[in-house]
């Protein structure tokens, strides 16, 4: 008869170094559940699963609907019509770089003569509706330095009420192909803004002589129409450094 059987101190003993041996596995078995989690998904990862669902559908959608024969046969087409288009002339803007040999060149060309250009005999009648809408739009550009209603400010002299915009057609065309700078009085008062005004000569011609006619016939003014072949006459003086006041005509 084993003496250790009826011997509660020893039964009590066995009991805890059992249970103790049990908590040993269980606590491994935990750390090795908790550090072997699967990795959780990226948020990336799930958002791309719904937009690879939506793909899939795409595709499927675009090919039911456009075979390889119908694309085939389109691109064919497209490409005789491509063929067959007269490509439109560019117009390129005239780019001098400061400072070169072209730049002093121009600089030292003699003088235009304008009188031709001023001498057009107006038309009568208001300008060309068309004209004055093309006008208005290219005048957004001038409007971010003269003002919406051509009012000036801090920036720049006013288009309305101007004398020089109402007088002699060359010299807008000329401060426009080639900027302005210096002193000038506009309405009885002097401005002389720090780098005056930049060449806007990219324009065309047909946009030119829109917004011209278009400053020229708003804000109160009332002048003749610019026509673009009087800017066309002047499209020798790109290039040349910002006009001054003295050189214009005066109004
Ligand atoms: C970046 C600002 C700026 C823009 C854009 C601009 N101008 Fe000017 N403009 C000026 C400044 C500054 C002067 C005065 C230059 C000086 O002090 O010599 C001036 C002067 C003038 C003048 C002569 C003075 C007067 O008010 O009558 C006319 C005309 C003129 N600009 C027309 C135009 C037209 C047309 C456009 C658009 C195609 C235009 N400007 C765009 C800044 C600008």
């Not at 003993?13 to 750390?31: H, M, S």
């Not at 400072?99 to 208001?126: F, M, N, Q």
């Amino acid at each position: 008869m084993d003496p250790s059987r009826d011997n509660p101190l020893l039964r009590f003993a066995t009991f805890w170094w059992g249970f103790g041996t049990f908590l040993i596995f269980a606590l491994l078995l935990a750390v090795i559940l908790i550090f072997n989690q699967p990795e959780p998904t990226s948020l990336e990862d799930a958002a791309a699963v719904p937009r690879y669902a939506t793909r899939a559908k795409v595709d499927a959608a675009q090919a039911a609907n456009l075979s390889p024969a119908a694309l085939d046969a389109a691109t064919l087409v497209l490409a005789k019509r491509f063929a067959s288009m007269k490509p439109v002339a560019v117009e390129k803007p005239a780019q001098v770089i400061p400072g070169s040999e072209t730049a002093k060149k121009l600089a030292a060309a003699p003088a235009v003569d304008t009188t031709a250009i001023d001498a057009v005999t107006p038309e009568d009648g208001p300008p060309d509706p068309a004209v004055m809408a093309a006008g208005q739009a290219s005048y957004m550009l001038c409007a971010a330095c003269h003002g919406q209603n051509g009012e000036g400010g801090v920036i720049a002299p006013p288009i309305a009420n101007s004398e020089w915009v109402k007088g002699p057609i060359s010299n807008l065309i000329r401060i426009q192909l080639r900027g302005l700078q210096g002193a000038i009085t506009v309405a009885g008062k002097e401005y002389n803004m720090p780098g005056g005004m930049a060449a806007l000569s990219y324009q065309t011609d047909e946009q030119i002589a829109g917004v011209l006619t278009y400053i020229r016939n708003s804000f109160g003014n009332k002048a003749s129409s610019v026509k673009p072949e009087q800017v066309a006459a002047l499209r020798s003086e790109v290039g040349k450094p910002q006009i001054t006041a003295a050189e214009l005509t005066k109004p």
